[in-house]
């Protein structure tokens, strides 16, 4: 008999089948036999949650603060009157009478500047002030003899000893003159001018206090090279302070900047003083909101003892008034900072979670004042942790 090849190739792929086909059933099986088991198990994980219940976590009921109350802020502390000293003329330092902490009163000599170029100047145009002044008076005189000559020559003509061409001449020479006299005149009030002008100039070189203060900085010496002006580059020669009253700058936040105004009575401590305590008034505020952040920059005037520098950090308080509202106190456990802003986490009445965005007001420490998002009574949950998320049903632990 005789046999194909594909009757050969067909014989020779029957084992494999056969096996393939044994495979397929046992997997089949193994699939039957676990998944009652794994329907167990996870029967086995619901009973154990439905045992142990929704998770515990720390919860206490919001209060709500005064009205008012004290504010304290840091703040620093500036002169009353601070500004540089620049030179007005430039030069050689010849001579310095001051140094920093020295108290000068205005108009004080604070040094003295060689400044040789303009005293040669200002010698140059009084010498030429000199010069049209006697320009002047000859031209006076020579004015006062064409007008008497003009005189005589006015009377011959009508005489007629001279002609009227001759006469004609002296009297446009007498008027030639009156105009050389105003014109020397007006020399020589160019002349006075630039010579006040060089006097004042001069005048700088002797550089006063602007008023009575402080020395707070000096950048010269005796010899130092000095240019005028102020601009980029140029040396300062003092910083000068008036700190007989003193200026305390805080930053008051928008939640308690609507009750101050000028006329506000502040208290201001400092570290280095400890014990004292002293009161100023507000003397003014910017009126508007910093952008960045949200605080409005308060100036209070304090008398100063002689022990508050300028530049010291202080702590300012404030007696703000009673208002309408109180505002809500969260603690501080319960704030949550996240990208999209402060929040704190609110259960309902089934004790579900809520993230509940809010404004926040005063920080007091150990609570922060919340200006809107929640109201007294509302319960929150106190440090929530990565199990608390939102709509998750908890089991509140209440907190005092």
């Known amino acids: 008999m005789t046999h194909t090849p594909h009757a050969e190739q067909s014989s020779s792929r029957t084992p494999y089948v056969g096996a393939a086909l044994f495979f ?10 676990l998944m009652p088991k794994l329907r167990h198990r996870d029967e086995l994980r619901v009973e154990a949650q439905e045992a142990v219940g929704p998770p515990v976590v720390l919860a206490t009921k919001l209060k709500s603060g005064e009205a008012g109350g004290h504010l304290e802020i840091a703040a620093s502390v500036q002169a009353f009157d601070q500004t540089p000293v620049f030179a007005r003329t430039s030069g050689y330092v010849k001579a310095r009478y001051v140094d920093i902490g020295d108290h000068v009163r205005q108009g004080q000599l604070l040094a003295v500047i060689d400044d040789p170029q303009t005293a040669q100047a200002l010698m140059q145009a009084k010498a030429t002030l000199a010069q049209l ?3 002047l008076a000859q031209a006076q005189a020579n004015a006062q003899l064409s007008n008497v000559t003009n005189e005589r020559w006015q009377g011959l003509v009508k005489q007629g000893v001279v002609s009227k061409q001759d006469a004609d001449q002296r009297y446009a020479q007498a008027g030639a003159d009156v105009a050389t006299v105003a014109a020397a005149q007006a020399n020589i009030a160019a002349g006075e001018a630039n010579v006040r002008n060089l ?6 070189s002797r550089v006063t206090a602007p008023f009575s203060g402080v020395i707070l900085s000096r950048s010269i010496d005796k010899g130092s090279l000095i240019s005028s002006g102020s601009q980029s580059g140029v040396t300062q020669m003092f910083t000068i302070g008036q ?14 900047a609507g009750g101050l105004v000028a006329g506000h009575v502040a208290k201001v401590t400092f570290r280095e003083v400890p014990g004292q305590v002293y009161t100023g008034t507000v003397a003014r505020t910017s009126q508007s909101l910093d952008p960045g952040t949200r605080t409005l920059l308060t100036e209070v005037d304090l008398k100063n003892d002689g022990r508050i520098l300028p530049g ?7 007696d703000l008034p009673r208002g309408t509202v109180a505002p809500v106190l969260l603690p501080a456990n319960a704030l949550v900072i996240r990208t999209a802003g402060p929040q704190a986490v609110v259960l309902d009445g089934n004790n579900i979670a809520h993230f509940r965005s809010i404004a926040l007001g005063r920080d007091l420490g150990n609570a922060t004042e919340v200006v809107s998002g929640l109201k007294a009574g509302d319960i929150v949950v106190l440090s929530p942790g990565d199990g608390v998320v939102d709509g998750a049903k908890v089991e509140p632990n209440m907190q005092q």
């Open 199 to 204: 006097a004042e100039q001069e005048s700088f």
């Open 243 to 256: 700190s007989g009253t003193v200026r305390v700058f805080a930053s008051v936040p928008q939640a308690s």
């Open 312 to 318: 010291m950090y202080a702590t300012t308080i404030f």
């Open 133 to 135: 002044k006697a320009q």
């Open 24 to 33: 397929l059933v046992l997997i089949v099986i193994g699939v039957l036999a």
